[in-house]
């Protein structure tokens, strides 16, 4: 009995203490994850799953450090069990898992997972561009073929990225002669962070053999992505935490990255200062300068971020200081990862995403900077600089169209590696759009007749004038878009056209008929009630009344600028919705017209706008809506001399600025 009892001690306290040491693996790999370790998270959570612990959370852990680490082939084997255990995961996981699929090139699984990905995030801006570009594929494709690109010829069987082009040298960030990858990972680029080197570019495309680009630099911290000043004597770089030889860190006791500066002094790189809007609680990186060099750009995980990684900007001040960084928005991040940003001589934004449809891991996307500082479309550059793995840092001269990207691409040497390519066509796609305006009826041509040509979402209008000819051309029309045109000229209808572009270069003819303006045989007149302080009288009203002046009604119901009713001006708009309940048979058309002040397109869009949301507030109240037609002349019909340049008292501009709500039926 003894014995019996010795044995089943000796049993208990043996699993006990297999218990207790798989317990403090655990412990081990959950705190290397939490600290960004992913490599040494990696090998503690599979040398627990070889000794047959197997978790959901687990498996999560393991399939996102491969996924961090930009080893998406890897993550997919995780990720499979994961969903194998458990169909039921967070939506985040089904994104990640679509991208996995993409990195072995399976694209129909990648867009069936993100189906479901769509159904649960319908909310979310990458489930907007999955909506919206269903065909996303044929778009890359077409995008593709652009580049010839080959080994920058510098790349090293470690970690090699991130480059610039200085003083006709090539600077770039590797993880050679430091003893193996630096084990400090971030979250948003996921690549190890080691020293500055630097080649010289030969005339041939080669380049020289790499040497440290600061000799006495100190092993105490790592330096990567630098930019340069035009002039070379200001450079910004990223650097791990590190500040007057002490190392700073989170309240979790990470240590993230920040933004630097350095000064060119006696041919050192000397005076290096932490940037203002740093924190210790967040990471900065990856900076990039607009071309008249006012503004950084730049990555940060910094509060208010939508993502994991968002793009910032912030101005740079003539006395040194600088603004507050401001997120650069919703038109370019998205709840995924966006980094690495460059700004070419041409104030095209490039950056990577791994946000958007892509062909996998991160991609290179772009997007003109307009002058009103909006983005333009973002687009997906295509094969062969986009991969199914991850693509990055990309960097172009504007003038030769050459320039250099990073890939952790099979075909490389290393974890990284740094790729140098020449753009044989532009991305930029635009179509002329032409055509004569006739008479409908006579098939005349027909001179003056104003066209204002609108997309989508009734934005970015452009107006012409036809000639003597009846010829109307709009010129750089966006390829792939839908747009309407709209005419008008007096004595004839208003007409909106609906036109496709196609997504090739070239031309688009579009001729255009419209009719004369119907005269009525018999004109109906009704009598109306007025009522005003003094009295109460009755009026006429016939087909071409304008109810607004008959009822004493304030021409403007807006606040500048605005398309939004003012709450003070729904009483006036009562009286109209009367006399329309009054007589269900009257038809109106809703004219918004506004003064010369501002640009041409801006106060046609305006007036589009006020005009429909006069008709929204109607219908509202009641009204059919096909009883009510609504229309933006913008600054096309003035009532008086106060057009563009013409100096006019606000009275008179406020002349112009008006409402017109005009019978069309009795």
Sequence with gaps: MRIKNLSFTVLFLSFFCQINAQTSKTIYADKKYEEYAYADAIKAYEELIDKGTTDEKILRRLGNSYYFTGELRDALKWYDQLFRINEVQDPEYLYRYA?????????????????????????????????????????????????????????????????????????????????????????????????????????DGNVSEPKPFRKKESSKYNESTPVFTKDGRTMYFTRNNFTDGKRGASEKQITLLKLYSAELVDGKWENTKELPFNSDQYSTAHPALSPDEKTLYFASDMPGTLG??????????????????????????????ETFPFISEENELYFASDGRPGLGGLDIFVSKIQEDRTFDDVQNVGEPVNSRFDDFAFIIDSKHRNGFFSSNRISGHGLDDVYRFTETRRLI?????????????????????????????????????????GNYTFSKVKCGKNYFIKTSKSDYEIKEVPLSIKKENGKTILPISIEKKAVPLVAKTIMIKTVSIKSVKMKPITVGTD??????????????????????????????????????????????????????????????????????????????????????????????KCADGVKCSEAEHQQNRRSEFIVTTM
């Excluded at 990648?110 to 065909?135: C, G, M, T, W």
């Excluded at 009826?441 to 934005?459: H, I, P």
């Design 99 to 203: 991208q996995c699929f993409k990195s072995v090139g399976n694209y129909r699984k990648a867009d069936a997972v993100l189906a479901k990905f769509n159904e649960k995030s319908a909310a979310e801006k990458r489930a907007d561009l999955i909506r919206n570009e269903k065909n996303y594929l044929e778009d890359i494709k077409l995008n593709s073929g652009r580049f010839d690109i080959a080994d920058a010829g510098m790349n090293s069987s470690y970690s090699d990225y991130g480059s610039a082009v200085y003083d006709n040298k090539i600077i770039f960030t590797s993880a050679r002669d430091t003893g193996g990858v630096a084990k400090n990972n971030f979250k948003w680029t996921n690549k190890s962070f080691s020293k500055l080197y630097v080649a010289e570019l030969m005339p």
């Design 308 to 337: 994991e990684s968002d793009l910032y900007k912030v101005s740079i001040n003539g006395n040194g200081a600088y603004g507050n960084p401001e997120n650069l928005g919703p038109s370019i991040n998205t709840e995924g990862r």
């Design 429 to 469: 796609c635009e179509q002329e759009l032409t055509g004569i305006v006739t008479d409908l009826e006579t098939n005349q041509v027909l001179a003056n007749v104003t066209l204002v040509l609108f997309d989508e979402a009734r934005q970015n209008a452009k107006q012409v004038v036809t000639d003597e000819n």
């Design 547 to 640: 109810l607004a002046k008959t009822l004493n009604i304030p021409m403007n119901f807006f606040d500048l600028g605005k398309a939004t009713i003012r709450k003070s001006s729904e009483p006036q708009l009562q009286k109209i919705v009367d006399v329309l309940k009054q007589y269900p048979t009257l038809t109106m058309d809703i004219r918004s017209h506004t003064d010369s002040r501002q640009s041409d397109s801006s106060n046609m869009i305006l007036s589009e706008k006020r005009a429909q949301s006069t008709k929204d507030w109607l219908v509202k109240k009641g009204i059919d809506e096909k009883r009510l037609t609504a229309k933006g002349f913008g600054e096309t019909q003035l009532v008086n």
